[in-house]
């Protein structure tokens, strides 16, 4: 038998094996138990990382308008796809949406990734998300 520990994908390959020729008695539970949970953190960290950079993008796009170009227009209209990709796929996401710990922990990402990558200090952006969501994914916004 695979070991969890030395090698998961084998491990993984295996457990899927067992599970196709219903030796259920080989099964390791505990380990795929956590797989299984991990797989739905992924899905959370997807998600995240996504609207951060959204919004990243979207900071940049508002507070140096003068640098705007293609490129940037293309990531915010990518990343507001592949958002609205992933909640159609996964619609129990929507939770982490509402919920205002998690967006303002996203806020604090954006932050971050934005003073990085524009030169400009926090003070310079505001302290809460000054948008909706729904402003934030919708084709039609462009922060001015």
Sequence with gaps: MQNYENDVIAWANEQAAFI???????????HIADEIEDVGKSEKRELRSRIAVLLTHLLKWQ?????????W????????????????NT????A???????WESVWADT?????????????????ECPWEYQDV???EFWPN
């Design 20 to 30: 196709r020729a219903g030796r259920f008695d080989l099964l390791d539970i505990e």
């Design 63 to 71: 507070f140096q308008p003068e640098r705007r170009g293609n490129s």
């Design 73 to 88: 227009q293309r990531t915010i209209k990518t990343q507001r796809k592949e958002i609205a990709a992933h909640i159609t």
């Design 91 to 94: 619609p129990s996401l929507k």
């Design 96 to 102: 982490e949406i509402s919920n205002q710990d998690w």
């Design 111 to 127: 932050l971050i990734i934005a003073t990085k990558e524009t030169g400009l200090n926090f003070d310079d952006f505001p302290e």
């Design 137 to 139: 994914v919708n084709p």
